[in-house]
């Protein structure tokens, strides 16, 4: 190296791909950490199915159910479970919780089309849907392409029964039509926000009458009676449901190489599934430590499941208090990853980038000092000491990472739920996986980012 190659290298600040910066051990290690990975997607669409999957994999791993009136010693482990829809998982640390708690706070519900309360009708003899689109989509992308229908309905007795349809093979899909190009002339002048319009993100759900019947609306009579015979339901029962349209496809490789996975809602599971697997490999740490998955992020925290609710900080509270802690202590001590996903640089969209600010695709997990939009409004904005701790971290144990904003100054924004986690007094930001087409049905991560994710929380939980 000349004497210029190596100023360069120590007064530059750089980031490179992260393949020059891993042994091949641990590409191999970060491919195969992806596959599981890619069967969890597939698996796991909506935050009720995340839960699930999670609580499932929690209990064979040795957790329990989190019991407010118990305590807990070093290195037990417990899940709590906030009505089906965020969880959080816990193992107890070695030092008492009043000196703080290590949080990798991620979201697990995606951008979809919820069902109506009142869904279900019946025009030109085709069954369909209506929907009211959940998080920021653009609606156009949400045409054409094979869906299927996920969530849950409450009975009039207060029974409730599970509905997953469109993912088996040889299950039925469901569809939102568009117009054909040759009638779209008027439709294609609308601006692009406009090519779809919410109410015309209608769900086909069938075409067939009930056999021998002369009444009106027969198709929509014929579909009533299927779904009464498999689910035991009658039309009131959309009023107590959540159903949910997703995409009906399941995560990939994509690239010759394969070094990346198309599939719907990385944003935000991508950050979920490797903080769960740091949880899962924390051992015995020092401090309590903690992967909490919300809901409701991508609706803006609200409601009693997103991170913008007291329970997790209830939750600390209690840890805190078993221990005869104080809650308010345990929490001004405690420290946060806020795992969610950033935009990755898009060669075909440079404009929006600034170049130098942005995050790329295989370049490690990217570190957002903050969010928002306007002069960073409605952001926590992460304080140079705790990006420095975290900077430090990542360097001094081998977690290959990168800085980003989102987009130009002035382009657009977004939040993330840093700014809930930080009204707790707790210092936080946001770490997370750079995504390509972020919001559409079938967005791309980079498989060396996703495990630069998963080493990043448990460096995090355990040094
Ligand atoms: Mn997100
Ligand atoms: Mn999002």
Same mark, same amino acid.
């Given at each position: 190296m000349s004497k210029n190659e190596e100023l360069r290298e120590k007064l530059f600040c750089t980031a490179d791909h992260a393949c020059k910066k891993i042994s091949d051990d641990e590409l191999k290690t970060a491919d195969s950490f992806a596959e599981g990975y890619k069967k969890f997607m597939s698996a796991c669409k909506t935050e009720r199915e995340v839960v699930n999957f999670v609580k499932d994999l929690a209990y064979k791993n040795g957790f329990v159910n989190f019991d407010p009136k118990e305590s807990y010693n070093a290195g037990d482990k417990v899940i709590y479970n906030n009505r089906g829809k965020a969880v959080i998982l816990a193992v107890i640390g070695k030092r008492p919780v009043e000196e703080g708690v290590r949080i990798a706070a991620a979201h697990i519900d995606s951008p979809r089309l919820d069902l109506k309360p009142n869904p279900l009708y019946e025009d030109a003899e085709f069954a369909l849907f209506k929907t009211h689109y959940y998080?920021?989509? +653009?609606? #156009?992308?949400?045409?054409?392409i094979p869906l299927a229908l996920h969530g849950v309905v409450v009975k009039a007795d207060g029974t409730s029964v599970e509905v997953n349809i469109g993912?088996?093979?040889g299950d039925p899909k469901f569809v939102v039509t568009d117009l054909l190009p040759h009638l779209a002339a008027e439709q294609m002048k609308r601006s692009l926000a406009e090519g779809i319009k919410g109410e015309e993100l209608n769900v086909l759900i069938g075409s067939r009458p009930f056999r021998d019947d002369e009444g009106s609306e027969s198709v929509k009579l014929n579909i009533m009676n299927i779904l009464n015979e498999k689910y035991?339901?009658?039309?009131?029962d959309f009023l107590s449901a959540e159903l949910e349209v997703v995409p009906a496809f399941g995560a990939d490789d994509v690239g010759f190489d394969r070094s990346l996975i198309g599939a719907y809602?990385?944003?935000d599971r991508v950050c979920a599934y490797p903080s769960v697997m740091a949880v899962l490999e924390a051992?015995?740490?020092e401090y309590t430590v903690l992967a909490v998955l919300a809901d409701k992020e991508e609706t803006?925290?609200?409601? *009693?499941?997103?991170? *913008?609710? #007291?329970y997790m900080s209830y939750f600390i509270g209690d840890l805190a208090r078993m221990q005869g802690g104080v809650a308010s202590i345990a929490l001004s001590n405690s420290e946060c990853l806020s795992a969610d996903v950033n935009a990755a640089f898009d060669p075909t969209f440079p404009?929006? #980038?600034?170049k130098m600010n942005t995050c790329f695709a295989n370049k490690g997990i990217v570190v957002t000092k903050y969010t928002g939009s306007?002069? +960073?409004?409605?952001t926590s904005d992460a304080s140079a000491e705790f990006m420095g701790r975290v900077r430090r971290l990542f360097n001094e144990n081998g977690v290959v990472w990168q800085v980003g904003e989102l987009? +130009?100054?002035?382009e657009g924004g977004g939040g993330t739920v840093a700014k809930y986690v930080a009204s707790h007094n707790i210092d936080v930001v946001d770490v997370g996986v750079p995504v390509l087409?972020?919001?559409?049905?079938y967005e791309v991560i980079s498989k060396l980012d996703l495990y630069m994710a998963y080493k990043g929380f448990l460096t995090f939980f355990t040094k």
């Open positions: 998080g920021g989509i +653009k609606k #156009y992308q949400w045409t054409a993912e088996d093979a035991g339901i009658v039309e009131a809602g990385h944003d051992g015995e740490p803006g925290s609200d409601g *009693n499941t997103g991170l *913008n609710s #007291y404009g929006v #980038y600034e306007r002069g +960073k409004g409605g987009g +130009k100054v002035d087409s972020m919001h559409a049905p």
